[in-house]
């Protein structure tokens, strides 16, 4: 059974840093796509940030470029998070997510077939 653990998340003021971190178990985590995702109440599901398993490439979401870090750790199935220069816009509940691979990894969260439960990240001033 697949079981993605998110953990890091907490109250944090404008431009200050998490990382966040998910550790996968019963995943074969090799030649796959993870990713972070979010959610703020009233909104749609959204990628951050993703990378493929096999080989590191990444991608974020222009609200995130140059300040979230997408890393790996293949050895611990851990993905990680590392957010700078935090906005109160970053505000939402961030899921860790795991997908095939098909060639590249994509921001769409209909592509991720398992979720974690989340770990909620607040940003105040």
């Known amino acids: 059974q697949v079981q993605l653990v998110e953990s890091g998340g907490g109250s944090v003021q404008t431009g200050g840093s998490l990382t966040l971190s998910c550790g996968a178990s019963?995943?074969?985590?090799?030649?796959?796509?993870m990713g972070w995702f979010r959610q703020a109440p009233g909104q749609e599901r959204e990628g951050v940030a993703v990378i493929y398993s096999g080989g590191g490439s990444t991608s974020y979401a222009d609200s995130v470029k140059g300040r979230f870090t997408i890393g790996q750790d293949n050895a611990k199935n851990t993905v990680y998070l590392q957010m700078n220069s935090l906005k109160s816009e970053d505000t939402a509940m961030y899921f860790c997510?795991?997908?095939?691979?098909?060639?590249?990894?994509?921001?769409?969260?209909?592509?991720?077939?398992?979720w974690g439960q989340g770990t909620q990240v607040t940003v105040s001033s």
């Open positions: 997510a795991a997908g095939l691979w098909y060639g590249r990894c994509v921001l769409a969260p209909r592509e991720y077939r398992h």
């Open positions: 019963g995943y074969t985590y090799s030649r796959n796509c």
